[in-house]
C-alpha cells in the first residue's frame, strides 16, 4: 500500500509492485554472490592442502593471504565507488567488475601457484567495480520517498544469500567429486551468468537511462589520446600483477602495513572533521557514527572467521560424514539468514507498535553478545569430542544460528545509521570508512588465524591437537565478544543522548 501523497514510477514496467528491473539485479547479484562465495568457500581449503602444503607455516601463509585478500576485495569498493560517480557510470563498471571477476575465477582453474594469486587480483579489482555499483543501482530504481524502497532492498538481500547459500553447495562438492578446479570454474559460470541477466535487462530497455555515464563529456576525454572509457579498463587489467605481488608476499605482509597506514590516516581525518563541526549536536552524532563503525568492525572481524578458521575447525575436528563437506558449511549462514530476515524483521515491527524495540546500540550490544555466545558453544564442543577429536555436527550448526541472528541484529540498521549520523558533507566519505570496516575486519581474521595456526607439513596431524588449539583459541574470542557486547549495553544509555532522535 503506497501513501496517496509519494510519486512512484508507474509509467515504467513493473512485477509483483516493484520496478522490473529490481529482478533483474537481483538475478545478476545472486550469480555474483554465487560466484564471490562458492569461491571463498574453497579459498582456505585450496590453500591449505595445495599451495602451501609442502610448507611448515601453511596455516599461518593462508591466514595471511585470506586476510589480505579480504582486506583488498572491500577496500577496492572504495576506489571503484569514486571512479564510477566521475567516470564511468553504474551500467560500465558492473560490466567491467563483472568480466574481471570472472576471469579471476576462471584462471582459478588453473593448477599453477602464480596463476592462483593473479586469479585474487583479478577479482580484488573486479570487486571494487561492481559490488558498490549493483547495490547503487537498486536504489536509484525508487524515487525519493517511495515506500517501496526498504522492501526493495530487502528483496534483492535475499538474492545474496540465496546465492551465498547455493554455491557453497555445489562448488563444495564438484571439489569434492572432481577436484577444487572445477568448483572455482563454477564459480566463474556463476559469474557470466550474472552479467547475462544485467545486459538481458539492458537490452530490453528495462533499465531507462539510469546507470549511464555522469558526464559523457569526462567519459569520453582523452588521457594521453586514450579515451577515459577505454584507459580506466587497461589500468584496471594493469593493477592485477602489482596486487597478486602483495598477496603473494605474504611473509612480509605488506598489505597489513599498508592497512596499518591507511588506517591512522582515516582516523586522523575524521579527528579533524569532528574538531571542525560547528555544533555539538553533529559532534556526537559523528562520534556516534565512528562508534558504530567500529562495534560493527569486530562483529564482522568475528563473523568472517567463517571462511578461515572456522572451515578449518569443520574439516579437521567436525564430525561430517554423510551431512556435507567442511567447504559446504559456508552455505549455513545464508541459510539461516534466508530463513530468519522476515520473521526477525518481522518481530521488530511488532516490538515498534508496542513502542518496545530496542534502540540501535542495544541492538549493536546484543549482536556482539551473540557472537560471544556462538563462539563459546564451539569452545564447549570440547567436551563431546571422540577419541579422534571430532566433535557432533550440531555445534557448528547451532554457532551459525546464533551467528546468523547476531548478524540480523546489527547489519541491516547499521548502514543507514551511517547515513542519519553524519554529517551532510561528509557522508560519502562516512560510506567509505564503512566499507573499509569490512576490510579491517579482514585483518582481525588474519591476527586471529596466525593465533591458531596448526604449524605442520602433515595434513593428518593429530585431531586431539586441533581441536585443543581451535576450542581454547574460540574461548578467548568469546570472551572479547561478550565483553565488547557488555560493554556497549552497559553505556547505552549515554549513546541514546548521543543519538538524539535516531533510533
Not at 571477476?101 to 594469486?117: K, P, R, T
Request: hydrophobic letters at 50%; a neutral charge.
Amino acid at each position: 500500500m503506497l501513501d496517496k501523497g509519494v510519486s512512484t514510477t508507474t509509467q515504467e514496467p513493473e512485477m509483483f509492485g516493484h520496478p522490473k528491473g529490481l529482478f533483474y539485479l537481483f538475478f545478476a547479484e545472486l550469480w555474483e554472490r554465487f560466484s564471490f562465495y562458492g569461491m571463498r568457500a574453497l579459498l582456505t581449503l585450496y590453500m591449505v592442502e595445495h599451495i602451501f602444503k609442502a610448507i611448515v607455516e601453511r596455516d599461518t601463509a593462508t591466514a595471511v593471504v585470506y586476510a589480505s585478500y579480504g582486506s583488498l576485495v572491500y577496500a577496492s569498493t572504495v576506489v571503484g565507488g569514486q571512479i564510477s560517480d566521475k567516470i564511468l557510470g553504474m551500467r560500465a563498471s558492473i560490466f567491467l567488475g563483472g568480466i574481471l571477476m570472472a576471469i579471476g575465477h576462471f584462471v582459478l582453474a588453473i593448477e599453477n601457484d602464480i596463476a592462483f594469486f593473479l586469479a585474487l587480483a583479478f577479482i580484488v579489482v573486479g570487486n571494487g567495480f561492481f559490488k558498490p555499483n549493483i547495490s547503487t543501482f537498486v536504489g536509484s530504481l525508487y524515487k525519493e520517498g517511495d515506500v517501496r524502497k526498504d522492501s526493495g532492498f530487502t528483496i534483492f538481500y535475499m538474492g545474496i544469500n540465496v546465492g551465498g547459500w547455493i554455491a557453497p553447495l555445489l562448488c563444495g562438492w564438484l571439489a569434492v567429486e572432481y577436484g577444487y578446479h572445477y568448483g572455482f570454474g563454477l564459480a566463474g559460470i556463476g559469474m557470466m551468468a550474472g552479467l547475462a541477466f544485467f545486459w538481458s535487462g539492458i537490452k530490453k530497455n528495462i533499465f531507462g537511462d539510469r546507470g549511464l555515464p555522469p558526464n559523457q563529456e569526462v567519459y569520453n576525454k582523452k588521457i594521453i589520446g586514450i579515451p577515459q572509457k577505454t584507459l580506466i579498463p587497461v589500468i584496471a587489467f594493469l593493477t592485477a600483477p602489482g596486487i597478486a605481488y602483495l598477496l603473494a608476499s605474504w611473509k612480509q605482509n605488506y598489505v597489513s602495513g599498508l592497512f596499518k597506514f591507511i588506517g591512522f590516516a582515516v582516523l586522523a581525518y575524521i579527528i579533524y572533521i569532528i574538531y571542525t563541526l560547528k555544533t555539538n549536536e553533529a559532534r556526537k552524532k559523528m562520534i556516534m557514527a565512528v562508534l558504530i563503525t567500529f562495534f560493527m568492525t569486530l562483529f564482522w572481524g568475528f563473523h568472517e572467521l567463517s571462511g578461515s578458521v572456522i572451515t578449518l575447525f569443520a574439516s579437521r575436528n567436525v564430525s561430517l560424514e554423510g551431512i556435507m563437506t567442511a567447504a559446504q558449511t559456508n552455505s549455513l549462514n545464508s541459510m539461516f539468514i534466508i530463513i530468519l530476515a522476515i520473521p526477525i524483521s518481522l518481530m521488530w515491527g511488532f516490538l515498534s507498535k508496542k513502542g518496545m524495540n530496542p534502540r540501535t546500540p542495544y541492538k549493536f550490544g546484543l549482536g556482539l553478545l551473540l557472537a560471544g555466545a556462538c563462539f563459546y558453544i564451539l569452545a564447549l564442543s570440547k567436551g563431546s569430542a571422540d577419541e579422534n577429536g571430532m566433535v557432533p555436527f550440531a555445534y557448528l550448526l547451532i554457532m551459525y544460528l546464533i551467528l546468523s541472528i547476531g548478524e540480523l541484529f546489527m547489519s541491516p540498521v547499521g548502514l543507514s545509521k551511517i547515513t542519519d549520523l553524519s554529517p551532510k558533507n561528509v557522508v560519502s566519505f562516512m560510506m567509505g570508512v564503512w566499507f573499509l570496516s569490512s576490510a579491517y575486519a579482514f585483518q582481525i581474521v588474519g591476527f586471529i588465524g596466525e593465533q591458531l595456526a596448526v604449524e605442520s607439513t602433515d595434513t593428518n596431524v593429530g585431531g586431539l591437537e586441533t581441536l585443543s588449539i581451535y576450542t581454547d583459541g574460540f574461548h578467548l574470542i568469546a570472551m572479547y565478544a561478550l565483553g565488547a557486547g557488555a560493554i556497549v549495553l552497559v553505556f547505552s544509555p549515554l549513546m541514546k543522548k548521543l543519538l538524539g532522535n535516531v533510533h
